[in-house]
């Protein structure tokens, strides 16, 4: 129940993060989004993509692995739409200068940590 609680309120604080990154994207014209995430998002994101793309006319491309997985492969130079990552790694990262100028950084609450 603690486990499906977590995975339920992760799925929320995920698809208001794709909402607010995608703005632009929705009012223009329909976008692929790339997406790099913690295969701990597998499950709420494979439910909330399906509706979100249904609802916007764009496609989620989202790409799952490990964390450090992730964070290696930013630091070697990839780039994604949204990224969602540990604050420990998004501050990493940051640090390093890995996000573009003026984007909207949505970390987790700790308690979600």
């Not at 764009?58 to 070697?76: E, P, T, V, W």
């Not at 990262?93 to 996000?99: A, T």
């Amino acid at each position: 129940m603690i486990q499906t609680s977590l995975a339920k309120r992760l799925a929320l604080i995920a698809a208001g993060g794709l909402a607010s990154c995608l703005f632009a994207a929705v009012a223009s014209s329909a976008a692929e989004i790339k997406v790099l995430t913690s295969v701990a998002l597998t499950s709420a994101l494979n439910e909330i993509a399906p509706n979100f793309e249904q609802a916007t006319g764009n496609k989620l491309n989202i790409g799952y692995s490990l964390i450090a997985d992730i964070r290696k492969r930013m630091l070697d130079g990839e780039t994604a739409d949204v990224i969602i990552l540990s604050r420990p790694v998004m501050d990493e990262l940051d640090k390093q200068q890995k996000f573009a100028s003026g984007r909207l950084q949505m970390l987790l609450p700790r308690r979600l940590r």
